[in-house]
């Protein structure tokens, strides 16, 4: 069964909320071509950055590999992906979002992409050759990623790319001027990390790999660190 600690459903609960009910007009119109204010410009340039490196990660050509897209959002990175050939299974806490990716995603490659509403835990999604999660982890205590990576690792023959947040005091000060903008656009509270942290729960709930830091990325308001956890599965 997928993760059933109380603190990792409640942050989830949370999560959900806002990606499905609160904020869901705001992360469409983000993660389009609209027009859109200096602040939020910057997030979307550090996406689009953070995008073009996870899939720098990742083989050229994912003709036959099965790859998840954990908290897929409005299908960009997924899209990427189907469109390298790979099989994609993109998954996401938010039916709304799920929605919207489905509908932007080109009738090329429909066949290519499951959509899915849900846990990105859920070991029922099967095995994977790679799995990608672009800021859906960042709301996580770092004993929860560990149980996650725990979970993925015996599951997942290559590799493991994720973004978290880092502990810096520049993002930190940032955050708190952030929670001057109107309640409706603020996210759940993101929990900073160091490498040193999650790899130490990684090793504690005995996920099988290696991490490797990879860069960060800072645009404007956006800032996030690049992982790779490599597995020890072997096909």
């Known amino acids: 069964m997928h993760l059933a600690d109380a603190k990792y459903q409640r942050t989830r609960a949370r999560v959900e909320d806002y990606f499905d009910r609160t904020a869901t007009k705001t992360w469409e119109r983000l993660t389009s071509d609209a ?10 340039a550090g996406r689009d950055r953070m995008r073009t490196m996870m899939l720098e990660q990742l083989p050229e050509n994912l003709t036959g590999q099965r790859v998840l ?99 810096t005091a520049l993002l930190m000060a940032m955050w708190r001027v952030g929670k001057l903008f109107p309640r409706s656009d603020r996210s759940p509270v993101m929990v900073p990390h160091t490498a040193q942290g999650i790899a130490m729960a990684a090793r504690a709930s005995s996920a099988k790999g290696g991490l490797i830091p990879i860069e960060t990325v800072n645009s404007g308001f956006y800032h996030s660190s690049l992982y790779r956890f490599e597995t020890e599965v072997r096909a």
Request: charged share 20%; glycine share 10%.
């Open 35 to 44: 027009p859109v204010s200096g602040i939020r410009a910057t997030v979307r």
């Open 69 to 167: 897209d954990a908290g897929c959002g409005t299908g960009a990175l997924a899209i990427e992906m189907a469109g390298r050939g790979a099989e994609v299974v993109a998954i996401d806490i938010s039916p709304s979002l799920i929605k919207i990716a489905s509908d932007r995603t080109p009738g090329r490659l429909t066949s290519k992409i499951t959509y899915l509403a849900g846990d990105l835990s859920d070991p029922s999604l099967g095995k994977f050759d790679h799995v990608c999660a672009m800021d859906s982890l960042i709301y996580y205590e770092r004993t929860e990623i560990g149980s996650i990576l725990a979970q993925f690792s015996p599951r997942v023959s290559s590799s493991i790319v994720f973004t978290l947040p880092p502990r």
